[in-house]
């Protein structure tokens, strides 16, 4: 059972705007920064966002993360069929001495 | 290219031993903390353990403490994670990754992954 919340699931037309939260505590996400990262069918995960809004070099500038308290979101706009994966917020949680994961979000391009 | 190419998974008895390997390349593996990640068929992302350039700093998530060591040896860029008392839950794809200092230590290069089975 994660200490992170996500919804299951999001979905959205070929360039509309999804938004995945992530909800967490004191402990996790209000003290420390959050990763997002991308999961594609069948390959291993990969970093997307970083420092709460930071992008890693080659991640288009359609995904954006954001920070707020105890909540953090990922943001896609402009959304494309090779934007369908798993999404995951990961901070570091300073009571468990370790990072965590949140339960992982399905994006569905419709 | 840098590479993270992850090997020693298979299929092991519940109580069972395996030791996997993380072999690293085209990057100076030992200005890294490196970290492992596992993924139960069909479920999330699971954080397991990481440790720092030298050693000196570890940590576990709980579930795996006292069962699974982390190591690395520096010289031969390798990561590795010795898990014993294996039990059905641990069944999982273990992946190995790179924290990147620059990036407040987010997992910027990952492993293709190995599978480890635990079943009789």
């Known amino acids: 059972q994660s200490v992170l919340t996500q919804p299951p699931s999001a979905s959205g037309t070929p360039g509309q705007r999804v938004t995945i939260s992530c909800s967490g505590s004191?402990?996790?996400?209000?003290?420390?920064?959050v990763n997002w990262y991308q999961q594609l069918p069948g390959t291993a995960p990969k970093l997307l966002i970083h420092?709460?809004?930071q992008r890693p070099s080659g991640v288009p500038d359609r995904f954006s993360g954001s920070k707020s308290g105890t909540s953090a979101s990922l943001a896609i706009s402009g959304l494309q069929s090779e934007d369908e994966a798993d999404y995951y917020c990961a901070p570091w949680d300073a009571s468990l001495n370790a990072y965590v994961f949140g339960t992982g979000t399905k994006v569905t391009v419709l | 290219e840098v590479l993270l190419v992850e090997s020693g998974g298979g299929l092991v008895q519940p109580g069972g031993s395996l030791r996997l390997s993380c072999a690293a390349s085209?990057?100076?593996?030992?200005?890294?903390?490196m970290t492992w990640v596992r993924q139960a068929p069909g479920k999330g992302l699971e954080w397991v353990a990481h440790i720092k350039q030298d050693a000196s700093e570890i940590n576990y998530v709980d579930s795996v403490k006292g069962r699974f060591t982390i190591s690395r040896d520096n010289a031969k860029n390798s990561l590795y994670l010795q898990m014993n008392s294996l039990r059905a839950e641990d069944t999982a794809v273990y992946y190995c990754a790179r924290q990147e200092s620059h990036y407040n230590y987010a997992f910027d290069v990952w492993g293709q992954g190995t599978m480890v089975t635990v079943s009789s």
């Open positions: 085209d990057f100076i593996f030992s200005t890294y903390w």
């Open positions: 004191s402990s996790n996400i209000g003290s420390n920064t």
């Open positions: 420092t709460n809004n």
